[in-house]
């Protein structure tokens, strides 16, 4: 699937954006995106293994996918694994969709809590994830290995269910 430019991103905007399951077709255009959004990127085979394991979604206009979402459920916690919006397609409220929308099915599937693992420099999604009401619980020192060296990864809980 051709990747999106800026250009044809904000001429596409109007349109419908459809949340949808990941389905295998899509995996090429899922990767592109993470090529995009991440220093250290999940290799291709990565996002194929998650599609048989974890529970994976796309938005989709027009054919085109403009973000994923990935999450896993291990007892009654779900981990949100990774999540990716087009460049082009920021900052329309589409990652706090996709998060609603995990949100939604984790809690779903009973699960109590959600944590995630977030690069500690990365303020969009920190605050993203801040305004759906997780707060930081632990500083992983030294967590991701990017091309300049090592960076730190914060982690986020949020309380889904009573106990
Ligand atoms: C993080 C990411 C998914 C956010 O997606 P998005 O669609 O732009 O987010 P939304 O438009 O839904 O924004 C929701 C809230 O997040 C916060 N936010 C999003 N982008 C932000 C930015 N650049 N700076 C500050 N806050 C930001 C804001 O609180 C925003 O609410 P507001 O627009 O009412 O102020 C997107 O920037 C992205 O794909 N980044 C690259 C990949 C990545 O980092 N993934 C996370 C892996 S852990």
Redesign the pocket.
């Known amino acids: 699937m051709a990747n999106i430019t800026t250009q044809q991103a904000n001429t596409l905007l109007q349109g419908h954006i459809h949340l949808r399951a990941m389905q295998n077709k899509d995996l090429r255009a899922v990767y592109k995106l993470e090529k995009l959004?991440?220093p250290r990127p999940w290799p291709g085979w990565y996002f194929r293994k998650q599609l048989r394991s974890a529970s994976c979604w796309v938005l989709e206009q027009q054919g085109m996918i403009v973000g994923f979402g990935i999450f896993s459920m291990v007892k009654h916690w779900a981990h949100i694994m990774?999540?990716?919006?087009a460049p082009g397609?920021?900052?329309?409220?589409?990652?706090?969709?996709m998060m609603l929308h995990m949100l939604g099915m984790a809690s779903r599937q009973h699960a109590r809590y959600c944590w995630?693992e977030?690069r500690s420099t990365?303020?969009?999604?920190i605050?993203?994830y801040h305004?759906l009401g997780f707060r930081k619980k632990q500083l992983r020192k030294n967590y991701y290995a990017i091309p300049s060296g090592t960076m730190n990864a914060v982690v986020m809980v949020r309380k889904l269910q009573e106990d």
């Open positions: 959004g991440q990774n999540m990716g919006i397609y920021r900052r329309q409220g589409l990652g706090r969709r995630l977030v990365n303020y969009p999604a605050h993203l305004s």
